[in-house]
């Protein structure tokens, strides 16, 4: 997913945890949610666990990215 991706498929949204943060549409995509129509979370209600699903955990499903997944375009041979 890492090397399929580019910066336009980064979205910025707080819905996951209540705090702003960049997350990789195809997880976002792959966890149930629809990236284009993420309601605003809330900081007051701060969640790093749920997100809003009882199955979906941010921390473990939906992927945190930065503009430099661009950069990606392979995975390097592991060095013995």
């Known amino acids: 997913m890492i090397v399929d ?3 336009e ?5 707080n819905f996951f ?3 702003h ?3 990789l549409k195809p997880s976002v995509i792959q966890a149930g ?4 129509k993420l309601p605003q979370g809330e900081s007051s209600k701060m969640n790093f666990e749920q997100g809003g699903s009882s199955e979906t955990k941010p921390w ?3 992927w945190g990215c930065g503009q430099g997944i ?6 390097p041979a592991r060095r013995s």
Request: hydrophobic share 30%.
């Open 9 to 13: 498929d980064i979205v910025y949204t």
């Open 33 to 36: 949610f629809d990236p284009e």
């Open 5 to 7: 991706s580019t910066g």
């Open 21 to 23: 943060g960049n997350y």
């Open 70 to 75: 661009g950069a990606v375009h392979n995975i």
């Open 17 to 19: 945890t209540g705090v």
């Open 60 to 62: 473990r499903d939906i």
